[in-house]
């Protein structure tokens, strides 16, 4: 898979493969298709809102599900996917906290941007994560999924946008 790739591209592909193993790719939700372009900044102050088809708001939220996935309680793998993500999607990474849990191996945790987070729970035991991926500004969170399915090789996603801050 092309590394840009936003909702709207996983929406037209509905089957994807990601390590040789078929991943069901699904979008629940999406307020608006195509990647944002950085809205012309003020003279006064710039407010990192984002317009992208004619729509201002201050940050896509990808609601991200990981179904049949794998590694989910490494707990340095999961820190290097997430720097992974945070570089795609240029963003700034601020600093990582990730917690496991015992005894399932369980891992949640967040990425601190500047441009907002990324955050984890897993579930090992179930094969299952779940994401949150938000950011504002230039930052492109789509570019996270191709990241995230090479690295867990998950047998399903869900995926949901939502476009935070609208009309704000």
Not at 3 to 18: D, G
Not at 141 to 164: H, M, T
Request: glycine share 8%.
């Amino acid at each position: 898979m092309n590394a840009r790739m936003n909702a709207r591209t996983l929406r037209e592909q509905p089957s994807v493969k990601a390590d040789e193993a078929s991943v069901k790719l699904e979008i629940v939700g999406s307020q608006t298709q195509g990647e944002p372009n950085a809205v012309s900044q003020p003279t006064e102050a710039a407010d990192f809102f984002i317009e992208r088809n004619g729509v201002r708001f201050a940050g896509s939220h990808l609601i991200v599900d990981l179904y049949g996935a794998q590694r989910l309680d490494e707990l340095e793998f999961i820190e290097d996917t997430l720097r992974k993500c945070v570089e795609v999607a240029g963003a700034t990474l601020l600093h990582i906290h990730l917690h496991p849990f015992e005894p399932n191996g369980g891992v949640s945790g967040v990425a601190v941007l500047a441009e907002s987070h990324i955050s984890i729970h897993s579930w090992p035991e179930r094969g299952y994560a779940a994401l949150d991926i938000f950011m504002c500004g230039k930052a492109r969170p789509q570019r996270c999924i191709e990241v995230l399915l090479s690295a867990f090789s998950p047998q399903r996603v869900l995926i949901e946008e939502n476009l935070r801050g609208r009309d704000a």
